[in-house]
């Protein structure tokens, strides 16, 4: 083995197999390029942190035995580059992380690490609040509908819909109750009678209530000498004095 200082760096050279060392003017040429230099590690022995790298070239003056040369400096005097500015969250919304990194002159040369991680929060990604409560029935009879709404919060676009609807029937009813029956159209035979009520506009668009019932009403034929009155389309007809007609009763 031999030694030799080199550039103000400690240049160890270790034999092959052979016992003997060679010149290093013999063999400063066979040299391959550095290899990269290794991680930092601790000597204890040294008790200070160094890092290394080293070299293996064949030299042609000793057959097939190898010469490695290794050349050792020291972690401490590479100093890492001021730290870069954060990078930007990785998520538009909610939680994501931000990087920022240093350089060192030499790859893999400094102690330390090169890269810092960061957890970063932005605004909350988009997401429904919850239901609201259901508004009164609205209408104004029989049936109506309710409805409820929820709203977006945060960032970006909520899936569905932001209001619901369902159907409620605690309306009052469109229609009020029939009124009484009124007398037969006619005192003898066979006549009509009609009932009315009256009724509000309806929520939707469906048929229209009725308004009118008819029904017919009989009493005793008339007989040659009795008044008989026959109401038709609100109109009063007395017939006298005989009655000998049959009448033809149909609803309107």
Not at 100 to 105: D, G, H, N, S, W
Not at 170 to 179: A, E, I, T, V, Y
Not at 216 to 243: A, G, S
Request: hydrophobic share 30%.
């Amino acid at each position: 083995m031999f030694q030799k200082v080199a550039n103000g760096r400690r240049i160890v050279n270790v034999k092959g197999k052979s016992d003997w060392a060679l010149p290093i003017s013999m063999t400063i040429d066979a040299w391959g390029p550095w290899t990269e230099w290794s991680p930092c590690f601790e000597q204890p022995s040294v008790q200070q942190l160094h890092l290394y790298r080293n070299r293996v070239s064949v030299c042609s003056f000793c057959g097939s035995s190898k010469i490695i040369k290794y050349e050792i400096g020291n972690c401490n005097s590479l100093v890492w580059s001021e730290w870069q500015a954060w990078s930007p969250c990785s998520s538009s919304c909610g939680e994501g992380f931000s990087v920022r990194r240093r350089i060192c002159p030499v790859q893999n040369a400094c102690a330390g690490l090169a890269e810092e991680v960061t957890y970063c929060k932005t605004l909350p990604c988009a997401t429904w609040t919850e239901w609201g409560a259901w508004s009164s029935c609205v209408g104004t009879c029989d049936t109506g509908y309710q409805y409820r709404i929820r709203k977006c919060v945060g960032l970006g676009i909520c899936p569905g819909l932001e209001q619901e609807h369902r159907l409620c029937n605690n309306l009052p009813p469109c229609c009020q109750q029939w009124s009484q029956w009124s007398s037969c159209s006619v005192s003898c035979g066979r006549g009509v009678r009609t009932r009315v009520r009256t009724c509000k506009p309806k929520n939707d668009f469906s048929n229209p209530p009725h308004l009118k019932e008819i029904s017919l009403c009989e009493f005793p034929q008339c007989t040659k000498w009795d008044p008989c009155i026959v109401w038709i389309n609100h109109y009063e007809y007395k017939i006298h004095p005989t009655c000998m007609i049959e009448h033809s009763i149909t609803s309107y």
